[in-house]
């Protein structure tokens, strides 16, 4: 990997940002450039760093797949409006499903999302605008777990020899490539974003898809939406890195008014981590875990089981997926 990385103690985040929005404005050549918001740490530092760097010629999207969160693309479109940014809500919500349809295999359910993503949805978009470029919020982890293998991330395109250019018709710009997390955060900050935005817990780019085992069909996205809202606000004063639900795809055995009742798992993952490289999971309280528990068995009638992960990354992963 030839990308050389910035480590926290060695940012200046206020040259940082004077050097790539410097950068921005050389690379793309007064031109428009087409910015991807999912509401995420990273592409809302991003779309700030850009918005600073080329003003009206940022074209900002966010792309409503129907994989998000509740509430989310109304909070990211409130959000970023009250920053001074104009965003565009796209629905692509029938795209997104379209291409899930009978997918099951995690890298499968990848690829579709960056299919979907960059050359259906995007590529639709920057031809329409008649951009040439792409903003991302692409960060070095996010190459370095692809390059190494431990999983694909959907936004790792040029790392893999995928020549963006030939293959969506747009040159993708990741201006925080060389930061991890900490480091997204501080220039988050640096920016005069509210804490509640740089802050945040992350948050992956295809979304709830990496947190449905199996086929992501609509019933279970939302299934599993709805867990995380439990999970995400009963978690919401922990001081961890990131949490988050889990639907598993077999059903299991439960028990109803006194008789057997076959339904979904639910899976709660919290975890102690600086950098997503290596992470614990935080040692909850019981009370707290039990508290989760009954709120998400009997708020989705659905759902009869619900565990908690307490393996180590290595050898698990943050997310399922």
């Not at 409006?81 to 359910?109: C, H, M, Q, Y």
């Not at 949805?121 to 792409?134: D, I, M, N, T, Y």
């Not at 501080?186 to 804490?195: E, H, S, T, Y």
């Not at 889990?246 to 979904?264: K, S």
Request: proline share 5%; with cysteine; aromatic share 6%.
């Amino acid at each position: 990997m030839t990308i050389k990385e910035i480590p926290i103690e060695a940012l200046d985040v206020e040259k940082f940002i004077d050097e790539q929005c410097r950068a921005l404005a050389v690379e793309t050549e007064n031109e428009i450039a087409v910015n991807a918001l999912s509401g995420g740490v990273d592409s809302s530092v991003t779309t700030m760093l850009a918005h600073r760097a080329i003003g009206t010629r940022l074209k900002t999207y966010f792309i409503d797949n129907g994989l998000m969160r509740q509430g989310e693309p109304e909070s990211v479109m409130e959000t970023m409006t009250g920053l001074g940014v104009p965003v565009e809500r796209i629905d692509a919500r029938n795209e997104f499903f379209s291409a899930l349809k009978g997918v099951v295999d995690p890298e499968k359910k990848r690829q579709a999302i960056t299919d979907t993503f960059y050359k259906t949805v995007f590529g639709r978009l920057v031809r329409q605008s008649g951009a040439k470029f792409l903003l991302q919020g692409t960060i070095y982890t996010d190459v370095e777990e692809t390059v190494a293998g431990i999983k694909r991330q959907h936004n790792i395109l040029s790392q893999l020899g995928i020549d963006t250019e030939s293959a969506y018709g747009y040159r993708v710009i990741e201006p925080l490539i060389a930061l991890r997390k900490t480091g997204v955060r501080a220039v988050g900050k640096a920016l005069g974003m509210p804490q509640s935005v740089y802050n945040r817990p992350p948050f992956p780019g295809p979304a709830l898809v990496t947190r449905v085992i199996g086929e992501a069909l609509p019933e279970r996205i939302e299934l599993v939406r709805r867990a995380t809202a439990i999970v995400e606000e009963e978690l919401s004063g922990v001081d961890a890195f990131q949490y988050l639900a889990i639907l598993h795809e077999d059903r299991v055995t439960g028990v109803y008014q006194g008789a057997r009742r076959y339904g979904n798992q639910i899976e709660i993952r919290c975890w102690d981590s600086m950098d997503a490289v290596l992470a614990k999971p935080t040692r909850l309280p019981f009370e707290l875990l039990e508290k989760m528990a009954n709120r998400i068995t009997g708020e989705i009638p659905e759902v009869v089981s619900v565990t908690y992960n307490i393996t180590t990354k290595p050898p698990s992963t943050i997310e399922a997926l």
